[in-house]
Protein backbone atom coordinates (compact mmCIF):
# COMPACT_ATOMS: atom_id res chain seq x y z
CA UNK A 1 0.00 0.00 0.00
CA UNK A 2 1.49 3.72 -0.89
CA UNK A 3 2.27 5.80 2.03
CA UNK A 4 1.82 9.16 0.49
CA UNK A 5 -0.31 9.18 -2.78
CA UNK A 6 -0.24 12.45 -5.01
CA UNK A 7 -2.74 12.65 -7.63
CA UNK A 8 -2.34 13.80 -10.54
CA UNK A 9 1.46 12.31 -10.86
CA UNK A 10 1.28 14.71 -14.16
CA UNK A 11 -0.42 18.18 -14.45
CA UNK A 12 -0.30 20.44 -17.95
CA UNK A 13 -2.72 23.31 -17.78
CA UNK A 14 -2.16 27.05 -19.54
CA UNK A 15 -1.50 29.97 -17.68
CA UNK A 16 -4.13 31.76 -15.70
CA UNK A 17 -5.90 28.70 -15.06
CA UNK A 18 -6.68 27.38 -11.07
CA UNK A 19 -5.45 23.60 -10.56
CA UNK A 20 -5.34 21.52 -7.39
CA UNK A 21 -3.27 19.26 -6.24
CA UNK A 22 -4.44 16.15 -4.12
CA UNK A 23 -1.81 14.26 -1.03
CA UNK A 24 -3.29 11.86 1.46
CA UNK A 25 -1.27 9.48 3.72
CA UNK A 26 -2.18 6.47 5.12
CA UNK A 27 0.44 6.24 7.91
CA UNK A 28 -1.32 7.95 10.65
CA UNK A 29 1.17 10.70 10.65
CA UNK A 30 0.03 14.23 12.48
CA UNK A 31 2.27 16.52 10.21
CA UNK A 32 1.79 17.12 6.35
CA UNK A 33 3.86 19.17 3.81
CA UNK A 34 4.29 21.13 0.55
CA UNK A 35 7.47 21.54 -0.95
CA UNK A 36 8.27 22.50 -4.47
CA UNK A 37 11.37 21.42 -6.47
CA UNK A 38 12.39 23.55 -8.85
CA UNK A 39 14.60 22.10 -12.24
CA UNK A 40 17.74 22.15 -10.62
CA UNK A 41 16.35 19.67 -8.00
CA UNK A 42 16.35 22.44 -5.39
CA UNK A 43 14.01 21.39 -2.64
CA UNK A 44 11.98 24.56 -0.81
CA UNK A 45 9.30 23.71 1.98
CA UNK A 46 6.12 25.39 1.26
CA UNK A 47 3.59 24.68 3.70
CA UNK A 48 3.51 22.39 6.95
CA UNK A 49 0.01 21.25 8.70
CA UNK A 50 -0.28 20.26 12.06
CA UNK A 51 -3.87 17.78 12.89
CA UNK A 52 -5.00 20.73 10.27
CA UNK A 53 -3.82 23.61 11.69
CA UNK A 54 -1.19 25.54 9.47
CA UNK A 55 1.78 25.90 10.95
CA UNK A 56 4.24 26.86 8.44
CA UNK A 57 3.86 28.98 5.71
CA UNK A 58 7.20 30.07 3.69
CA UNK A 59 6.70 32.96 1.22
CA UNK A 60 4.67 31.78 -1.07
CA UNK A 61 2.57 33.70 -3.29
CA UNK A 62 -1.32 33.93 -1.88
CA UNK A 63 -2.01 32.40 -5.18
CA UNK A 64 -0.84 28.96 -3.43
CA UNK A 65 -3.74 27.70 -0.91
CA UNK A 66 -3.55 24.82 1.59
CA UNK A 67 -6.49 22.65 2.25
CA UNK A 68 -6.55 20.06 4.75
CA UNK A 69 -9.91 18.47 5.41
CA UNK A 70 -8.27 16.11 8.42
CA UNK A 71 -4.98 14.72 8.60
CA UNK A 72 -4.52 12.52 6.54
CA UNK A 73 -5.25 14.69 3.94
CA UNK A 74 -3.59 17.82 2.86
CA UNK A 75 -4.32 19.42 -0.83
CA UNK A 76 -2.71 22.38 -2.56
CA UNK A 77 -4.62 25.20 -4.97
CA UNK A 78 -3.09 26.84 -6.83
CA UNK A 79 -5.24 29.95 -8.63
CA UNK A 80 -4.04 32.16 -11.68
CA UNK A 81 -1.07 29.65 -13.06
CA UNK A 82 1.94 31.06 -14.01
CA UNK A 83 4.98 30.23 -16.37
CA UNK A 84 7.21 30.04 -13.39
CA UNK A 85 4.79 27.56 -11.02
CA UNK A 86 6.05 24.84 -13.36
CA UNK A 87 7.89 22.44 -11.18
CA UNK A 88 7.53 19.29 -8.97
CA UNK A 89 5.43 19.29 -6.03
CA UNK A 90 5.98 17.05 -3.51
CA UNK A 91 3.66 16.26 -0.53
CA UNK A 92 5.25 14.69 2.73
CA UNK A 93 4.16 13.46 6.15
CA UNK A 94 6.02 12.56 9.57
CA UNK A 95 4.56 11.37 12.80
CA UNK A 96 4.89 14.72 14.60
CA UNK A 97 6.23 18.33 14.19
CA UNK A 98 9.12 17.92 15.53
CA UNK A 99 12.57 16.67 14.41
CA UNK A 100 10.94 13.47 12.52
CA UNK A 101 11.66 11.73 9.84
CA UNK A 102 9.46 13.10 6.72
CA UNK A 103 8.12 10.11 3.90
CA UNK A 104 7.46 11.43 1.12
CA UNK A 105 4.99 11.26 -2.43
CA UNK A 106 5.82 10.50 -5.65
CA UNK A 107 5.69 14.00 -6.66
CA UNK A 108 2.96 16.15 -9.20
CA UNK A 109 4.87 16.93 -12.44
CA UNK A 110 2.65 20.51 -13.18
CA UNK A 111 3.85 22.04 -16.40
CA UNK A 112 2.08 25.81 -17.04
CA UNK A 113 2.59 26.45 -20.93
CA UNK B 1 21.52 32.63 5.72
CA UNK B 2 21.55 29.08 6.79
CA UNK B 3 22.00 27.01 3.78
CA UNK B 4 22.34 23.35 3.63
CA UNK B 5 24.69 21.54 0.83
CA UNK B 6 25.36 24.61 -1.81
CA UNK B 7 24.92 22.85 -5.64
CA UNK B 8 24.55 19.94 -7.48
CA UNK B 9 27.77 17.85 -8.13
CA UNK B 10 27.75 14.59 -10.07
CA UNK B 11 29.77 12.00 -8.42
CA UNK B 12 30.79 8.93 -10.89
CA UNK B 13 31.70 5.05 -9.70
CA UNK B 14 32.70 2.15 -11.09
CA UNK B 15 30.04 -0.70 -9.60
CA UNK B 16 31.06 -2.45 -6.81
CA UNK B 17 33.21 0.63 -5.22
CA UNK B 18 32.69 2.83 -2.40
CA UNK B 19 31.02 6.23 -2.75
CA UNK B 20 31.31 8.91 -0.50
CA UNK B 21 28.71 11.37 -0.89
CA UNK B 22 29.87 15.13 1.28
CA UNK B 23 27.84 17.49 2.61
CA UNK B 24 28.26 20.87 4.45
CA UNK B 25 25.71 22.53 6.81
CA UNK B 26 26.11 25.80 8.18
CA UNK B 27 23.49 26.38 11.35
CA UNK B 28 25.67 24.88 14.28
CA UNK B 29 21.86 24.68 16.51
CA UNK B 30 21.12 21.84 13.68
CA UNK B 31 20.52 18.33 15.80
CA UNK B 32 18.99 15.98 13.25
CA UNK B 33 20.23 14.82 9.91
CA UNK B 34 18.99 12.99 7.31
CA UNK B 35 19.76 11.58 3.89
CA UNK B 36 17.41 10.78 1.18
CA UNK B 37 17.69 8.85 -2.21
CA UNK B 38 15.89 9.90 -4.79
CA UNK B 39 15.27 8.27 -7.94
CA UNK B 40 14.30 9.57 -11.30
CA UNK B 41 10.70 10.13 -11.38
CA UNK B 42 10.30 9.76 -7.78
CA UNK B 43 10.35 11.09 -4.56
CA UNK B 44 12.79 11.56 -1.95
CA UNK B 45 13.08 8.09 0.14
CA UNK B 46 14.19 8.01 3.43
CA UNK B 47 18.21 6.18 3.88
CA UNK B 48 19.42 6.99 7.25
CA UNK B 49 19.47 9.66 9.88
CA UNK B 50 21.36 10.70 12.81
CA UNK B 51 21.21 13.12 15.81
CA UNK B 52 24.11 15.26 16.88
CA UNK B 53 24.82 13.34 20.19
CA UNK B 54 26.27 10.83 17.98
CA UNK B 55 29.45 10.95 15.20
CA UNK B 56 28.52 7.50 13.10
CA UNK B 57 25.56 5.61 12.63
CA UNK B 58 25.85 2.66 9.93
CA UNK B 59 22.71 0.96 8.00
CA UNK B 60 22.64 -1.59 5.34
CA UNK B 61 25.74 -0.73 2.82
CA UNK B 62 25.26 2.57 4.20
CA UNK B 63 27.15 4.71 6.85
CA UNK B 64 26.20 8.61 8.19
CA UNK B 65 29.32 10.49 9.35
CA UNK B 66 28.74 13.75 11.25
CA UNK B 67 31.84 16.11 12.24
CA UNK B 68 29.97 18.74 14.37
CA UNK B 69 33.19 20.94 14.51
CA UNK B 70 33.29 21.32 11.12
CA UNK B 71 29.86 20.97 10.13
CA UNK B 72 29.85 18.31 7.88
CA UNK B 73 27.84 14.92 7.31
CA UNK B 74 28.74 12.21 4.50
CA UNK B 75 27.23 9.40 3.36
CA UNK B 76 28.86 6.14 2.37
CA UNK B 77 27.97 3.76 0.32
CA UNK B 78 29.50 0.68 0.35
CA UNK B 79 29.64 -1.85 -3.40
CA UNK B 80 28.28 0.80 -5.48
CA UNK B 81 25.11 -1.22 -7.24
CA UNK B 82 23.42 0.51 -10.52
CA UNK B 83 20.51 0.87 -8.41
CA UNK B 84 22.34 3.65 -6.30
CA UNK B 85 22.50 5.88 -8.81
CA UNK B 86 19.92 8.53 -7.83
CA UNK B 87 20.28 12.30 -6.21
CA UNK B 88 21.26 11.85 -2.47
CA UNK B 89 19.98 14.72 -0.18
CA UNK B 90 20.82 15.55 3.25
CA UNK B 91 18.63 17.24 5.28
CA UNK B 92 18.55 18.94 8.75
CA UNK B 93 16.47 20.54 11.19
CA UNK B 94 17.52 21.76 14.89
CA UNK B 95 15.43 22.52 18.62
CA UNK B 96 13.22 19.33 17.34
CA UNK B 97 11.29 21.65 14.48
CA UNK B 98 9.71 20.50 11.41
CA UNK B 99 11.76 22.84 9.27
CA UNK B 100 13.56 20.36 7.35
CA UNK B 101 16.24 22.13 5.19
CA UNK B 102 17.84 20.15 2.14
CA UNK B 103 21.08 20.46 0.56
CA UNK B 104 21.32 21.11 -3.11
CA UNK B 105 22.17 17.28 -3.67
CA UNK B 106 24.41 15.26 -5.56
CA UNK B 107 23.85 12.77 -8.04
CA UNK B 108 25.81 9.79 -7.84
CA UNK B 109 25.94 7.76 -11.26
CA UNK B 110 27.48 3.97 -11.12
CA UNK B 111 28.79 2.57 -13.98
CA UNK B 112 28.40 -0.55 -14.99
Known amino acids: DTAVSQTPKYLVTQMGNDKSIKCEQN?????MYWYKQDSKKFLKIMFSYNNKELIINETVPNRFSPKSPDKAHLNLHINSLELGDSAVYFC????????????FGPGTRLLVL | GESVGLHLPTLSVQEGDNSIINCAYSNSASDYFIWYKQESGKGPQFIID?????DKRQGQRVTVLLNKTVKHLSLQIAATQPGDSAVYFC???????????FGGGTRLMVKP
Open chain 1, 92 to 103: ASSHTSGGETQY
Open chain 2, 91 to 101: AETYNAGNMLT
Open chain 1, 27 to 31: LGHDT
Open chain 2, 50 to 54: IRSNM
